[in-house]
């Protein structure tokens, strides 16, 4: 795995009392969450087929994830006879040795980059670095991000614990460093920012001669690619340079044209709450004379493919839309989860990629209230409380487990107790310990946010409590925070 | 490819047959609506178009010509098809006009299969119009797919380039055209 996120310290908890302490991301964060998530409803609504269409949706990954060997040779036949060249890669230093090497034989020392999560997750940006190759970040977020010198909290918006005036600071002190500069008079008005990222950009396309992307799907039946973006750097990266190189997780397949009709519908409108998102490219092998590299990436894939509960957790089509409805996420952002892949989503899929090797790695399948609301929004129907709990069963810490336990009991089990420790919380921090030991640290750190149902507190204690007495997970399709229904 | 290469492909495969042995086949229900039907599929683009904050204009077919001519009077349009462009004439014209391949309703959306002009052409210039014909308008999502070629490299375009990433404001235009027009032709 990626070395990205080796530097965050501790466990989740530990990053997720240190995120919610800080209100600046904590009201980004809210604000964020609860537009996306209101909008998303109205867009899901529209369609009369919506449930319809996540049904297909989910059986078509499954079908898929089923059949992957024989789909993947069908891509690697389709991709090649149209003009490209495909690549296996079984981990990360396999994959961005790959990349390495294409970009050397190029000549180049520079590529632009099209938003990939795939490329993240294995730390391409920092390989190429480390030889004398510069990846640079195209989409707006990013390039916040890699002039920030941080990391992304967010899938769709990854800068989304930077607010305006942050975002000018970063662009007046660092843009002169990577192209050309911030104008001088540069105010915060989103537009003007918005205008300034264009004009640096826009150079740099122009004179690029290889990209790297990552794909949204793979159609195996014609070897075709697909990006969904909104700000046109996804496309000018895919049109412009001579040289495309994409990195793409082994679970990105779709067996047929026809399925895009399913996903197109799902991934707009469940991540950005849109229609459509303004800009899909798709294009087969070599398109207008481009040479056309695909990196086909296990990283952990197949492993997590070998989990019987845990495979739906490759069904993932990275719309978001179980981060902007989890009440854990809202106040933790996305850097708790010390992982690419934040939020419900995150805390299963990182464990299951790369273990419980790590403290941080072993606490994420704690990271929930099990309160249901990701997998009612998920539009390929992953059941992520059901693979929390199996995951859960699987984390060798189970002294951890029952202190946390204890603690949480301690205080949801008793209602003034606990309105009294919320309103003690925030006034008298200092008389409540900071933050209670085990996995459950995160919620008592943000017990003093207001807007938390107490229903899910309970709802989750009971859930808890009947699947410790019983053995068996909750599973009665979660009622939880969400406000959508 | 070297044998570190054909190494990866055959263990990949071999872990997938490996992780999958003994898992059911899924049946894929088809229950949604594989073609979508609208009343008024002019009216319902145009109006969707219009929520992307697209311009759009709704024109009889006589009368494109002149309207094309009004609102490209003074500009420095890239005509694709008419001469090779180079890049910098193209990031420097004042606009393109193109017509697309299929027309989506239900989404106001735009596909173009670059037999209206390479990809460079309609996406470096600041102002894009794009002339769509009332009867390359499909209903929905399922009735486009179905209809286009995936061998072509295909843009689909559903108003101009837009970012949310600075506090979730929409900002119009970052990289992309960052007008785009659309007369109708009926
Ligand atoms: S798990 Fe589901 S809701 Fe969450 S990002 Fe993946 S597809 Fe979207």
Wanted: charged share 25%.
């Amino acid at each position: 795995m990626s070395g990205t996120f080796l530097g965050m310290p501790g466990g989740f908890p530990a990053n997720a009392a240190v995120a919610v302490q800080d209100s600046q991301l904590r009201y980004n964060l809210r604000k964020a969450t609860h537009t996306i998530r209101g909008k998303r409803v109205k867009a899901v609504e529209e369609l009369p087929d919506w449930m319809e269409l996540r049904a297909a949706g989910k059986a078509i990954k499954d079908h898929t994830l089923r059949h992957l060997d024989r789909y993947l040779l069908q891509m690697e036949e389709a991709v090649t006879r149209a003009g490209g060249t495909v690549h296996w890669a079984r981990d990360a230093a396999e994959a961005n040795r790959i990349v390495t090497d294409l970009v050397k034989a190029t000549g180049e020392r520079e590529v632009v980059k099209v938003k990939s999560m795939a490329t993240q997750e294995i730390g391409l940006n920092e390989h190429l670095a480390a030889e004398g190759i510069t990846a640079y970040e195209t989409d707006l977020a990013e390039l916040i991000v890699q002039l920030g010198e941080d990391f992304p909290s967010h899938f769709l918006v990854p800068a989304i614990h930077r607010n305006r005036s942050e975002i000018r600071e970063i662009f007046l002190g660092k843009m002169a460093e990577w192209g050309r500069p911030a104008p001088p008079d540069l105010t915060d008005d989103p537009p003007a920012l918005a205008d300034a990222a264009r004009l640096h950009l826009r150079e740099r396309f122009l004179a690029s001669k290889v990209a790297v992307s990552g794909g949204n799907f793979m159609i195996a039946e014609t070897g075709t690619l697909v990006v969904l973006e909104s700000e046109g750097n996804g496309r000018m990266c895919l049109t412009l340079p001579e040289t495309l190189i994409s990195v793409v997780g082994i679970e990105k397949l779709l067996p047929t044209w026809r399925d895009l009709e399913v996903f197109l519908q799902l991934l707009p409108r469940s991540s950005t709450a849109e229609r459509m998102n303004p800009y899909t490219s798709t294009w087969t092998g070599s398109a207008e004379g481009q040479d056309f590299h695909l990196v086909l990436l296990d990283n952990g894939r197949t492993g997590v493919l070998a989990d019987e509960v845990g495979r739906q957790a490759l069904r993932c089509i990275r719309c978001s839309a179980c981060l902007n409805v989890c009440p854990v996420y809202e106040r933790t952002g996305g850097h708790a989860y010390g992982s690419v892949y934040p939020g419900p989503i995150g805390a299963i899929l990182t464990p299951l990629l790369r273990g419980f090797d790590t403290e941080l790695d072993a606490s994420l399948p704690y990271a929930s209230s099990l309160c249901g609301a990701c997998f009612d929004a998920c539009p390929v129907a992953i059941d992520i409380p059901e693979v929390l709990v199996d995951l859960r069963a699987k984390v060798p810490h189970g002294r951890v487990e029952r202190a946390g336990m204890k603690v949480a009991g301690w205080v949801l089990n008793n209602e003034v107790r606990l309105a009294k420790a919320q309103r003690l919380a925030t006034r008298f921090r200092k008389l409540v310990p900071k933050r209670l030991p085990g996995p459950l640290s995160a919620w008592t750190d943000t017990r003093d946010l207001p807007d938390i149902p107490e229903e899910s507190f309970r709802d989750w204690w009971e859930r808890t409590r009947r699947s410790e007495r019983s053995g068996r997970p909750r599973n009665e399709g979660g009622r939880g925070v969400s406000e959508e229904r | 490819m070297d044998t570190g290469a054909m190494g990866a492909r055959e263990e990949i495969l071999g872990r997938i047959r490996a992780a999958v042995k003994g898992a059911p086949d899924v049946e894929i229900p088809r229950d949604y609506r594989t073609s979508v039907t609208v009343a008024d599929p002019v009216g319902l683009f145009a109006e969707r178009l219009d929520d992307y904050r697209a311009i759009v204009h709704v024109v009889p077919a006589a009368d494109v010509d002149a309207k094309v001519a009004e609102l490209t009077e003074g500009k420095r349009m890239v005509v694709p098809g008419e001469r090779a462009w180079t890049r910098d004439e193209l990031a420097a014209a004042d606009g393109v006009v193109t017509g697309c391949a299929i027309a989506i309703a239900e989404t106001g959306t735009i596909v173009l299969d670059t037999r209206q002009g390479e990809r460079a052409q309609t996406l470096l210039p600041d102002y894009h119009l794009c002339l769509v014909r009332a009867d390359q308008i499909v209903g929905g999502v399922p009735d486009a797919v179905a209809r286009l070629d995936p061998a072509r490299p295909l843009t689909w375009i559903s108003g101009p380039s837009a970012t949310s990433d600075i506090e979730l404001n929409r900002v119009e235009g970052v990289h992309g055209p960052r007008t785009l027009e659309v007369i109708i032709s009926t």
